[in-house]
């Protein structure tokens, strides 16, 4: 019999070699992705669902539970909480409001007009299969919650794939490519109000702790703004001009604090990550580029894997029903037809013709690891059940995924001229690209 020490020994050991394996396999699906013109994140997230019991599990021996035992989960969901904190405090850095320079009211109107109409018929569909759902382990979870959880999640486009998928297409600089990502970001910080919203909702025991948490929230937002973010840019002065091998060590402690502030408001970690993010300097760049962007970006290159595996060990798909599969098929047609309707008819007001509103559409549908990280703060707020949280997954891959095929159908035919390119930027580049 083993000694607790080797038994402990072990069992790090097991989440070592399962860290291992995720990362192979993410990397070479996601090089696959590629090839199939496909963002990265495509090939990383099917990696997650075919290591999970989807796929793996499904063959004999039990092979998910030897490479991932229970004993092993809390560390993998441990590392991957830390992969999630650094993504997300690089979505609230890398925001460029810059993005907004010369198309703003545009931009504001597709962003408004796609979020409204795909969180309308989102909502409306989720209090529809509110009743099937309606109970998550054992526990009851409130009808306001879950439709507004459902309808915001349908709202969603994910920025940084979004501008992943611009810069291969060569679509970046185009009229409907900028437009596309300037409304991206104002959904996004719409959607990220919304949940929340959600999450003060869920978390609250009643109506008094609910106002009790929004409270705290605002003040918990008005140190950010006030007090933290002028503390930031004077110790970024200091650390840029002596230390700056320290920076990294400041914002990754900053990060992690906020996170635990934000969850002890309310609201979920994420949040607090994210208004980190938004709170620190964007100065001097060229020295955060060295010292900060590309050491965290190496992080989340190696930690976000693990994320993705987390994320497929809850995914069932061969735990779904034919009634789930009609469900998954209302899903997916509110989810792609709110995008749409929502993006078109503003896109046209706003100057473009048929092909590139229809083009701008389809971007303004791709999900991908954004949806992702909303779907598992979800799952750990408890307001989605198993059925619904794989049925929300499939959702995310598939709009992601159908970006790349259908792309060359509603791209411009000539290459873009004066007239389709986007209004010349000369603000400061943000910091890297998203990816």
């Known amino acids: 019999m083993q000694s607790p020490a080797t038994h402990a020994d072990l069992t790090i050991a097991t989440a070592v070699m399962g860290v291992a394996v995720i990362m192979i396999g993410g990397w070479l699906l996601g090089r696959l992705a590629t090839r199939l013109r496909q963002p990265v994140v495509v090939g990383e997230i099917v990696c997650g669902i075919v290591l999970g019991p989807s796929v793996l599990g499904l063959l004999p021996g039990d092979l998910t539970g030897r490479l991932f035992p229970a004993e092993v989960r809390p560390m993998l969901s441990a590392i991957a909480q830390i992969g999630l904190l650094l993504f997300m405090f690089m979505v609230g850095w890398e925001f460029d409001r810059g993005l907004l320079r010369g198309r703003g009211t545009a931009a504001v109107g597709v962003s408004f007009s796609s979020m409204a109409v795909a969180f309308a018929v989102g909502a409306g569909l989720a209090a529809l299969l509110y009743p099937r759902h309606s109970t998550t382990g054992g526990h009851h979870v409130p009808a306001a919650g879950f439709v507004l959880f459902l309808g915001a999640a349908m709202a969603i486009t994910a920025f940084p794939v979004l501008a992943r998928i611009l810069s291969d297409s060569g679509l970046m600089h185009t009229r409907v490519g900028a437009l596309a990502l300037a409304s991206a970001a104002i959904s996004d910080l719409l959607a990220w109000c919304v949940l929340a919203l959600v999450s003060a909702l869920v978390t609250a025991s009643g109506p008094a702790a609910f106002w009790q948490t929004m409270v705290l929230s605002l003040l918990y937002l008005l140190a950010m703004w006030y007090v933290v ?111 749409l309707v929502g993006s078109v008819l503003p896109g046209r007001i706003s100057g473009l013709p048929w092909r590139e509103a229809g083009l701008l559409g389809l971007l303004m549908n791709a999900r991908g690891l954004t949806e992702l990280v909303i779907l598992n703060a979800g799952l750990s707020l408890g307001v989605l059940d198993t059925p619904m949280y794989t049925m929300m997954v499939i959702m995310a891959v598939v709009t992601t995924g159908l970006v790349g095929p259908l792309l060359s159908r509603f791209e411009p035919a000539s290459a873009p001229d004066a007239a389709t390119r986007a209004p010349a930027d000369t603000s400061p580049a943000p910091i890297g690209s998203p990816q």
């Open 229 to 339: 973010r002028p503390l930031l840019a004077r110790l970024f002065g200091r650390l840029a001009g002596g230390r700056p091998a320290n920076l990294m060590v400041l914002v990754a402690g900053g990060v992690f604090l906020s996170a635990y502030a934000s969850t002890w408001v309310g609201l979920h970690s994420i949040f607090g990550a994210f208004v980190f993010g938004l709170v620190t300097p964007r100065e001097p760049a060229d020295t955060l580029q060295v010292h900060l962007r590309r050491p965290l970006s190496t992080a989340g290159q190696l930690l976000m894997p693990v994320f993705f595996i987390v994320t497929g060990l809850s995914v069932q798909i061969g735990g779904l029903t034919w009634v789930n599969y009609v469900e998954l098929a209302a899903i997916l047609g509110v989810a792609c037809a709110g995008k």
